[in-house]
């Protein structure tokens, strides 16, 4: 056998990218929640509205819905941006 047949039955099984697995899964998870958030599945930001007035003493109680909305869009579009950065970083 030669050294160039041996190199590639060594290596077939490996992969060279350097996207982690669990990365792509922090950033789905933002994106999964960013966009409940945004577009208020099941009344989501009032309940976080709510929970957060309660968790942090009344804090965050002149807030109202549309700007978790508007969080959550942003948490949403910050998630699909690193889904795809590291997805093209794993196929290049």
Known sequence: MT????AMI???GRVSSEASVPSIVFMALFAAVGLLLALNVKGIADRFNDLMATVTFGVFDAYQTGVYRFIGAGLALFGCIGVAVEVTVGLS
């Open 10 to 12: 060594t290596t077939a």
């Open 3 to 6: 050294d160039e047949a041996h």
